[in-house]
């Protein structure tokens, strides 16, 4: 069943009842400062790095799921009750959660009080607004009392959930509560030592008292759900010394017969410079504060900083979007809305978030991916192609002088993260391919002169050109017995540990290595390199080095022929050597005989095109591994731990990389298909995986229809079609590439814009528009002929076109293509 609907014209998803099948989140900001925010507001926020600046605390592992919030408690009467629905599961009259581009929005209502609650993090600056409005949809008058919640974290989310016995004598907390039209609690525990930030918890109105203190508000042994301060309709105006400071404001709220009022919240993040952090002994510096909440002090400055947002959004959005007026087939409409509008919305906060903090990833583990925040890149380089430059040099910089790369790295630190180290040999690659798309998508080659430091020391700095010519090298230099190149932890199949070898319960696959073979290889990782060399050596005759490009050239051709002789099983590409030398992914394996990385990679670098191999590779794929609800990753799935394989071997069949759906590399199959002219597949691939195609199938899949998730439980386990892992994966930037360069078929490439669609027979036609380098392309593609892939004829501003590479206007205009298929 579903639990709410699209709203297309709002760019919203409408939650429509609370008790969705897990937390359905958004998340607020797009810059520096982010809230995690589900349908029954819960979350939490953080400045920069969700691990070590932390704004309020969130529960992992509660029970009920999604304890941590912004909170609002209602006394109307001697009622009680949480208009989010969570915590107390409040019975309501009417309950509505719009998630939109950047912001969300509950309304509901009770015994004739209606609530609604919009918030968002404004651009430019680091805080949260929340902007709270109460009408009275009575016959009489209401004497409504309001209790704001929210609960601090003190900073380090880690320190934080384990060191208590520190934990629970330093917190601090300042409270101005007589201010004229506002209140405000600041929130300061380590200020007094390291820190010079603060947080503040602030509302534009005079309160009636307040809570900084966890226990006092909700009396000793209730939870969230049973606060006692409300339910005794006072504040004790508590001041937390230690143990868990919160913030609640405590507003009395007069309310005529349909009469509103509105309130803004605001949850902020203020720094100071050293030297001016105290206003006097003891006494934070509130200018920052100060500045912010007068900034945002009426209900006006809030709506007008939301719609800066708003125009912020659309304008993002209109680099690419899907006219679905314009698509014959009616189910096409959901492809519209999750290419012209959620992918995209997705590859943003992937772009941001990498790895770190979602419902499923703690924020507290792991930083920035090297192979992640590359892939990343691909989908979101065409909204801010400026941030994508920054973000490239950032990633460069924890290279290794050898062109191997720290596996991680830390937001805050933008330093790579010795814990994790290095090792996993595909990491390499991952620049030049994020390298290429950004010089496709904006033609800016200067980004190859910037002199990028290796291993963040400014010492061995050298050009972005020389970090891809070691990645290059890397490869060409780290070979196996088969030629193909060695696998190192693990390669994009992270759970691939076959140097790990580790016996030990709770040892960590990702470091480890018991027995380092030196022989272990992976096909993935030579199809990467056949895929990116191409781009690589364009990118040497650009950049006037014809003599690396030559012998990048012949490289990839020693590559190429290695994947021939050593990587073709007979009906599909094998997927590695293990570090005795077996085959894995062949015939002869009893489980994992076919795998799908390496089939779609290298059909994707074009092996076997010519002589029916990737053809073959691709229907084997369907043969094994398709499944109702995508393309498993391996079969047979691993029923048994093996020392030789590591991780993927330890997960129940099924689920992840042991035969889960691993949605993030279904595209590659589809982006494959594309290059066999097989649209109609290609698609079918494409939908399977795609959210807003499962909305009416909530309960099974449990996760937003509106996002991609990681993986979606394969045909082996017992919840087959249920996903998990939601948002932050891999998966949104390649189904954008798969859906908007390879399907539709408009494709950045490094001397214009390619169309080259490849789609359903049955599809008429589409019209998209896209913004390259400087101008709209309008693109109206005609399939009245019933083809799969192939151009008749297109016209440029009603001129006839040679070839299919449309030119690089520049000129800040609208021009109309017309593509007729056939
Ligand atoms: C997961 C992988 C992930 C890795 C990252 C593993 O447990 O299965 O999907 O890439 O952890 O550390
Ligand atoms: C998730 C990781 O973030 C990504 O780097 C990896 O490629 C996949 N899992 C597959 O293991």
Not at 385 to 401: G, M, V
Not at 486 to 496: E, K, S, V
């Amino acid at each position: 069943m579903q639990y709410g609907f699209f709203d297309d014209d709002a760019r919203e998803y409408v939650i429509t009842r609370p008790d969705t099948p897990y937390p359905w989140i958004n998340y607020l900001g797009c810059e520096e400062f982010f809230g995690l925010f589900s349908n029954t507001s819960g979350g939490y926020c953080f400045c920069r790095d969700a691990r070590m600046l932390r704004l309020t605390r969130y529960r992992y592992n509660n029970v009920p799921a999604d304890a941590g919030g912004r909170y609002f408690y209602l006394r109307d009467g001697t009622d009680v009750w949480t208009p989010s629905w969570m915590p107390m599961k409040s019975k309501l009259d009417r309950y509505e959660c719009r998630h939109g581009m950047g912001y969300s929005k509950i309304s509901s209502s009770r015994n004739g009080l209606a609530f609604t609650q919009v918030s968002f993090v404004p651009l430019g600056d680091n805080c949260e607004i929340h902007k709270v409005t109460l009408t009275n949809e009575s016959g009489a008058e209401k004497n409504i009392d309001m209790f704001s919640f929210v609960e601090f974290c003190l900073w380090n989310a880690n320190d934080d959930m384990t060191n208590f016995q520190r934990n629970f004598s330093i917190g601090e907390v300042e409270i101005e509560s007589q201010l004229a039209g506002s209140s405000r609690i600041y929130h300061k525990t380590e200020y007094r030592e390291r820190r010079n930030h603060y947080a503040v918890w602030s509302v534009n109105a005079a309160t009636a008292g307040f809570d900084t203190d966890r226990q006092a508000f909700l009396g000793l042994y209730n939870g969230f759900d049973s606060p006692q301060t409300p339910f005794n309709g006072k504040a004790n105006n508590s001041v937390a010394s230690g143990w868990a400071p919160i913030g609640s404001h405590h507003i009395k709220v007069k309310l005529a017969p349909n009469e509103s009022k509105t309130f803004v919240f605001t949850l902020g993040f203020c720094e100071n410079p050293q030297d001016q952090k105290w206003e006097k002994p003891g006494i934070i510096n509130k200018a920052p504060a100060n500045k912010l909440l007068e900034k945002y002090n009426t209900a006006e400055a809030a709506d007008k900083a939301l719609a800066e947002l708003n125009a912020y959004w659309k304008n993002l959005l209109g680099k690419f979007t899907v006219d679905a007026s314009s698509l014959s087939r009616p189910d096409d409409i959901k492809m519209a809305r999750m290419a012209g509008v959620w992918n995209q919305y997705q590859c943003m906060v992937t772009f941001n978030m990498s790895r770190s903090a979602s419902y499923f990833e703690s924020g507290i583990g792991r930083g920035m991916g090297f192979r992640d925040s590359n892939q990343d890149l691909l989908g979101f380089v065409h909204l801010v192609p400026e941030r994508a430059r920054s973000r490239i040099l950032d990633i460069a910089a924890t290279q290794f002088p050898d062109g191997s790369a720290y596996h991680q790295y830390q937001p805050l630190t933008k330093r790579g993260n010795n814990e994790v180290g290095s090792g996993f040999n595909d990491d390499p690659l991952w620049l030049i391919c994020g390298v290429a798309a950004y010089i496709k998508e904006t033609g800016d080659y200067s980004i190859l002169n910037e002199k990028v430091p290796f291993d963040n020391d400014e010492k061995l700095a050298d050009t972005l050109f020389i970090h891809l010519k070691r990645s290059f090298d890397f490869t060409v230099t780290h070979k196996g017995p088969h030629g193909l190149p060695l696998i190192g932890r693990a390669d994009w199949n992270d759970c691939l540990n076959l140097n790990c070898f580790s016996a030990a319960p709770g040892e960590s696959f990702q470091t480890t290595a018991n027995f380092e073979s030196g022989v272990a290889e992976s096909v993935l990782i030579a199809a990467i390199f056949a895929f990116v060399g191409p781009d690589y050596v364009e990118i040497c005759k650009r950049a006037n080095r014809a003599d690396e490009a030559a012998y990048a050239e012949k490289e990839i051709k020693t590559m190429t022929d290695a994947i021939n002789q050593h990587g073709w099983d007979g009906d599909w590409f094998v997927r590695a050597y293990d570090a005795y030398g077996k085959k894995i992914g062949g015939k002869e394996c009893d489980d994992g005989k076919i795998f799908i990385e390496s089939n779609g990679f290298a059909v994707m670098a074009g092996i076997g095109v010519d002589d029916g191999r990737a053809a073959k590779a691709l229907d084997s794929v369907k043969e094994h591994l398709d499944s109702k609800y995508g393309i498993v990753l391996l079969q047979p799935a691993y029923k048994n731990y093996h020392l030789e394989l590591g991780e993927v071997s330890s997960y129940p069949p099924g689920y992840k990389e042991n035969a889960g759906i691993f949605c993030h590399n279904n595209p590659w199959v589809t982006i494959a298909e594309t290059m066999l002219g097989r649209g109609t597949r290609a698609f079918e691939t494409y939908a399977k995986i795609c959210p807003a195609y499962r909305e009416d199938d909530s309960d099974l899949r449990r996760l937003e229809p509106y996002v991609y998730a990681q993986m979606v439980a394969g045909k082996d386990a017992p919840r087959h079609g249920e996903a998990k892992n939601s948002w932050l994966t891999g998966t949104a930037a390649w189904t954008f590439v798969s859906i908007s360069q390879y399907i539709l078929g408009v494709r950045p490439v490094f001397d214009g814009l390619l169309i080259d669609p490849c789609i359903p027979s049955a599809m008429k036609g589409f019209t998209v528009t896209r913004h390259f380098r400087g101008a709209d392309y309008h693109i109206t593609v005609d399939n009245s002929a019933g083809a799969e892939k192939g151009i008749k004829s297109i016209t440029i501003d009603g001129k006839a076109q040679e070839g299919n590479v449309l030119p690089i206007f520049n000129d800040g205009k609208i021009h109309k293509i017309m593509v007729i298929m056939g």
